[in-house]
């Protein structure tokens, strides 16, 4: 079992609140991923979590207990850092075990579960190495060996791929949402990186500033972003959005639209006319950002190639359906 | 061609390298050769460099007129009775400090510096009238004091730079792996810093096996480590050349030796983090 209830959390550092109030209901088994721009509060909530930080108002419920006073061994999670954390004293089997070790399990089951864990993750050839002895993906690979072996009510993730290089990162991805299915345990992950967020989650907490903005599946907070933060941090490119007249008679302040939902047309008549300032050629896609004069800077997404160079004059025609209103405050007007 | 280049820009900087260090060494091997020397010999211009009459009498007649194994045990008790103390002492102020800092740590840390940037000379006057008082002169456990006092800043800065590269994560994982406080220091901070801990360790001994100002000023006889040995050959009578040589020799030799097996572990300790 692996439920984790957030009732009201706050966390402050003498005035500064970090986390102004987070409540959350993390369903067993589920892979949550908290994400948000640097300074949002997200590890410092995944710490609060783990018990490496003291709440300073309300309640952590971990299968229906509350241990905010609980020391972060006995909550039962485990956790994977971003700088591996590995003991650099100890061979891979002495990093494994520790955990196991210090909860005082016989050897030969220590053994046996150490070597099962090592089959997982593909470590074997490498249990009696050092960690500066191996490769940084093997690195984070044993670091996750130390996570799984204490079968954990949860796994906490703090950014765990950002150290690796792209392709590296793109696979482990693979390997550890693989893994985290196959295990059937809650995993809580923070990244700052959306792809992984949209990639490997089941849920997706979005914070800003210390709050959570939404709560909800990556494709939920795709096509219906509850404001306008949401909107324009979830999506690659961003959101373009656009104020003045042109959303008053949508009815709202800003009207937001995807760049892979602006229909692009050379010297086309209607929507929203432009000059391709830079166009992007990936062959799989072509990124057009166009100065749309008043409207500001817009990107637009198109799917295959699209021979347009700077300089050329297009129209942009939003899709109707896929426009996104917001009111004053930010907030979205849902019809 | 741009290998010739390289090679030849090699065999340069080589042969420089070996010269500077060779006029690093060259006044220790003068010494060195002084001792086996007669004093005439000794200061004879233009001055022999190997081909001498080698004799070994300065050496006999050094441990003749002053017992050199009584000093060389003072200046072990002494150095390594200081290097103990400061270090534990050190080693729990530099652990809170690094591990549970305050707003006045940094404050705390440059203070204990500040008290290196005063001249001993200026308070030996206070503390020859203190030792005076206490019946500490010329006593080993006054030495022991004055050289543990003195080292200390010196030690807390170094095991607080030591401790400060044990990166923070790995004491969390350690937590969240269930380890104890005490089990944190056994199986993970200690093995961690011990490379830290033994440089300090050999730094502060060098530095107190070769503390002269106060060992010099406040011992005569009966705690005079080997400074004070060597001090009493350019002194009483005159200079003897040859045998200030020897005395020197015999003194500088323990730590040397030390120095000489312990020297990668040195290095290691005074680069740690510099080179990751």
Avoid at chain 2, 71 to 76: E, R, V
Avoid at chain 2, 144 to 163: D, E, Q, S
Wanted: proline share 5%.
């Amino acid at each position: 079992m692996g439920q984790i209830t957030l009732q009201g959390v706050q966390k402050s550092f003498g005035p500064v609140h970090i986390i102004k109030g987070a409540d959350l209901e993390i369903a067993d088994g589920s892979f949550v991923v908290f994400v948000g721009p640097s300074g949002c509060g997200k590890t410092t909530l995944l710490r609060l979590i783990a018990g490496l930080e003291d709440v300073t108002g309300g309640a952590i419920l971990i299968d229906g207990r509350n241990v905010v006073d609980v020391p972060p061994a006995k909550r039962g999670l485990s956790m994977v850092f971003q700088s591996y954390a590995l003991y650099p004293h100890m061979s891979v089997r002495g990093n494994i075990a520790f955990g196991l070790k210090m909860a005082g399990i016989a050897k030969d089951e220590i053994n046996r579960k150490v070597e099962a864990a090592a089959a997982t993750l593909n470590l074997t050839p490498y249990l009696d190495r050092k960690p500066r002895e191996l490769s940084g993906g093997q690195r984070q690979r044993v670091a996750i060996g130390r996570a799984i072996v204490r079968e954990p009510k949860a796994f906490l993730f703090d950014e765990p791929l950002s150290n690796l290089d792209a392709a590296l990162r793109v696979q482990m991805r693979l390997e550890v949402t693989r893994l985290q299915k196959q295990l059937g345990t809650t995993a809580i992950y923070v990244t700052h990186d959306q792809v992984e967020a949209m990639t490997m989650a089941d849920k997706i907490v979005v914070l800003n500033g210390g709050k959570i903005e939404q709560y909800g599946s990556p494709l939920e907070l795709y096509e219906k972003p509850n404001n306008l933060f949401v909107a324009g941090f979830i999506g690659s490119p961003k959101m373009n959005f656009v104020t003045g007249e042109l959303a008053k008679q949508q009815g709202a302040t800003t009207i937001g639209v995807r760049p892979e939902h602006l229909k692009v047309e050379r010297n086309g008549q209607g929507g929203w006319h432009g000059t391709v300032s830079v166009a992007e050629h990936l062959g799989s896609d072509t990124f057009l950002y166009v100065d749309a004069g008043p409207l500001g800077m817009l990107t637009a997404r198109y799917v295959g190639e699209l021979d347009l160079h700077p300089g050329d004059k297009v129209s942009l025609i939003p899709d109707p359906a896929r426009i996104h209103r917001f009111d004053d405050s930010g907030k979205s007007i849902r019809a | 061609m741009a290998r010739m280049v390289t090679t030849r820009n090699k065999v340069i900087s080589t042969a420089a390298a070996w010269l500077v260090g060779f006029l690093i060494f060259f006044p220790i091997l003068w010494m060195v050769l002084a001792s086996f020397k007669t004093e005439l010999e000794a200061f004879a211009i233009p001055p022999s460099f190997l081909f001498f009459h080698w004799t070994t009498e300065n050496y006999v007649t050094v441990q003749e007129r002053s017992d050199y194994f009584h000093h060389a045990l003072n200046s072990i008790i002494i150095a390594g009775g200081s290097t103990l103390i400061a270090m534990l002492i050190a080693i729990p102020a530099a652990w809170s400090m690094a591990f549970s800092p305050t707003k006045r740590t940094k404050d705390v840390l440059l203070w204990m510096l500040s008290t290196k940037m005063m001249p001993p000379v200026g308070v030996l006057v206070p503390i020859y009238l203190i030792y005076r008082t206490f019946g500490l002169l010329d006593t080993r456990s006054g030495l022991i004091f004055i050289l543990c006092l003195g080292n200390l800043p010196i030690v807390i800065w170094m095991l607080f730079t030591y401790f400060k590269e044990i990166p923070k994560d790995i004491l969390e994982a350690a937590r969240m792996d269930g380890a104890t406080i005490g089990r944190e220091l056994i199986y993970v901070l200690t093995p961690m810093a011990v490379p830290g801990l033994a440089s300090t360790l050999l730094l502060n001994l060098i530095l107190a096996w070769n503390e002269a100002f106060w060992t010099l000023n406040l011992s005569t006889l009966e705690a005079a480590p080997l400074t004070v040995f060597i001090a009493s050959y350019s002194s009483p009578e005159g200079l003897f050349w040859a045998k200030l040589s020897a005395a020197s020799t015999l003194a500088i030799a323990p730590i040397l030796v030390l120095g000489w097996f312990s020297q990668r572990q040195l290095v290691r300790g005074l680069t740690f983090g510099a080179v990751k």
